[in-house]
């Protein structure tokens, strides 16, 4: 621990400024807030409410030109190599001056790791890279001996050999440990978190945030945790800082501002919490119905080939015998880890995958031997709404004609008025405007895209919709939207959902039985609130476990 009196950083009126044309964006509007050395800020708000921003300016990684600070201080308390303390504004240092400090005595772990390591780099060289140009009298050697120590204390297994491995052959979870790694390599002061574990599987996410409270224990470091995730800010900050529009509306310890929020946004973020929302009666009709979508020893397999003349060795078991059934308006949760083959299933169901074993029913009907003519009827009942709205919305063509194509492909509406009637009202179903129909993707936000890739799923007017993480990385009040308008879709449409996610919150509020799949295999399944609430499987146990909650 570092033995000075003063705050590690002090943040005083920040303004930053974002200049797009002649336009002038206060991104940043006049921020105060001051970490203390060893502890853990979090800064939680949504999408656009300046958090990132906030960050970059601290480490001064803001285009240029661009951006701009009209007003504030940014005060840092930097160690040198020699052990001396100077008092540093970063708002008024030279690049040339700013490159000792980052990675050394301030280092970030960005949101995406994939974009944020070079593909064509082993991770070894990644990490050495940063040590050497930190450590200028430190040998090769040594560097990749630290390099490798880095990665042991991240927990890689067999961190030797993925020294010399690219990034595209981690999972999602071990590039995160990484980054980690990286930022962790020079023993910076504060680490500046930018969304860390965000779209990661539960058990992941407990492994990093216990990582990162560990070595800021070990080697007492300040973090500055940026997340919308109350569950994870209760678990890990000392203090919370909330933002919205670019200013601070509230800062405090986080227990009373968690326990006893005073501004009225900070109330409507917690309130839209999934287990904060009012919890909808289950539909004792849906009982009574019959099954309308059923699997029985559904197999997906994918072949490895390996030799010179690519033989197949062996299989990946992604599907490895499915049996389960939904009926007609009811919400089925299938949940589990990255990798256990949710996806796959649900594209299977589809026939976006082709099964390689068992038997797919629909309404009665086998469909899961039909040919691509004879399966064409059916797309029109069983439709998909994409995790990621941004790639599976095409950028050339705009919103009508997205829901209008589908229309006309399975017959529906007599002409291309009539079908821009019925795309205007798909629409204001998912409350957006009738004017949007002539806009194209990039002009909406992410939770703008999520609604208008479920109109898209609701055109051909299905009776079953695959529902592929739909609500991952949202803000909480636009999840809360798109859960409560995928209810409202069930009751006035008798749809059946089949709900693939790993937010155990969400699955607790919406679905009305739970699958738990594990190495392409269901390991449990059941009602929902027993799943929940009293699990039996160990690896039912272990994912309930991990999810971090906010108790009020």
Wanted: proline share 5%; aromatic share 4%.
């Amino acid at each position: 621990m570092i033995n000075t009196d003063r705050p590690l950083l002090r943040v005083e009126g920040l303004k930053t400024h974002i200049h797009a044309g002649d336009k002038v964006i206060a991104a940043v509007d006049d921020v105060s807030f001051t970490i203390e050395k060893g502890e853990t800020y979090c800064l939680v708000g949504e999408s656009g409410s300046g958090k990132s921003i906030t960050a970059l300016s601290i480490i001064q990684l803001l285009p240029e030109g661009l951006c701009t600070h009209p007003a504030g201080q940014i005060f840092f308390d930097y160690r040198d190599q020699l052990g001396k303390h100077h008092l540093l504004d970063m708002l008024t240092l030279s690049e040339e001056r700013l490159r000792p400090i980052r990675g050394s005595r301030i280092a970030m772990i960005f949101q995406d790791p994939m974009t944020s390591l070079n593909p064509v780099f082993t991770i070894g060289e990644q990490i050495i890279e940063a040590l050497l140009l930190h450590n200028p009298n430190m040998s090769y050697a040594q560097a990749r001996e630290r390099a490798l120590i880095a990665l042991q204390q991240v927990q890689i297994k067999d961190a030797d050999k993925r020294l010399d491995e690219y990034p595209h052959r981690l999972s999602g979870g071990q590039r995160q440990r990484v980054m980690i790694a990286m930022a962790m390599a020079c023993e910076p002061d504060l680490l500046i978190a930018d969304e860390p574990t965000t779209a990661l599987d539960v058990t992941v996410q407990a492994e990093i945030l216990k990582l990162m409270k560990d070595l800021q224990r070990s080697r007492g470091m300040s973090i500055l945790f940026i997340t919308h995730d109350f569950g994870v800010v209760a678990q890990v900050a000392d203090k919370v800082g909330v933002m919205r529009n670019g200013q601070l509306v509230e800062s405090g310890q986080v227990d009373a501002v968690l326990k006893n929020p005073q501004h009225s946004y900070t109330k409507s973020l917690l309130e839209a919490l999934p287990q904060n929302l009012p919890r909808p009666p289950r539909d004792r009709l849906v009982e009574a119905n019959s099954d309308l979508v059923s699997c029985k020893g559904l197999e997906v397999h994918f072949p490895i080939r390996k030799g010179v003349f690519r033989h197949v060795a062996d299989h990946v078991r992604a599907v490895d015998g499915i049996d389960m059934s939904i009926k007609s308006g009811e919400i089925v949760a299938l949940v589990g880890e990255s990798g256990c083959g949710k996806t796959t299933l649900g594209r299977a169901i589809l026939r976006l995958v082709e099964p390689t074993g068992g038997e797919v029913r629909y309404s009665g009907s086998t469909i899961s031997n039909l040919s691509r003519s004879a399966f064409q009827p059916y797309r029109k009942s069983m439709q998909i709404i994409f995790q990621d709205p941004m790639s599976s919305l095409n950028p050339r063509l705009t919103i009508a004609t997205m829901l209008t194509e589908p229309m006309k492909v399975h017959g529906i509406g007599k002409n291309q008025e009539e079908r821009l009637e019925l795309a205007a009202k798909l629409l204001v179903q998912v409350s957006l405007k009738e004017d949007h129909l002539w806009r194209y993707p990039h002009e909406f936000s992410g939770g703008q895209r999520q609604r208008i890739g479920i109109a898209r799923a609701l055109a051909p007017n299905p009776g079953f919709i695959v529902c592929d993480e739909v609500t991952s990385g949202l803000d909480v009040s636009v999840q809360a939207e798109v859960l409560e308008m995928l209810l409202q879709l069930r009751a006035e449409r008798n749809l059946a959902l089949l709900f693939i996610t790993h937010d155990i919150s969400v699955v607790e509020y919406l679905s009305d039985r739970t699958l738990v799949m594990h190495a392409g295999k269901i390991v449990e399944a059941g009602q929902t609130e027993q799943v929940c609430s009293r699990p039996s499987h160990p690896y039912t146990k272990k994912l309930i476990e991990a999810v971090p909650r906010l108790v009020l």
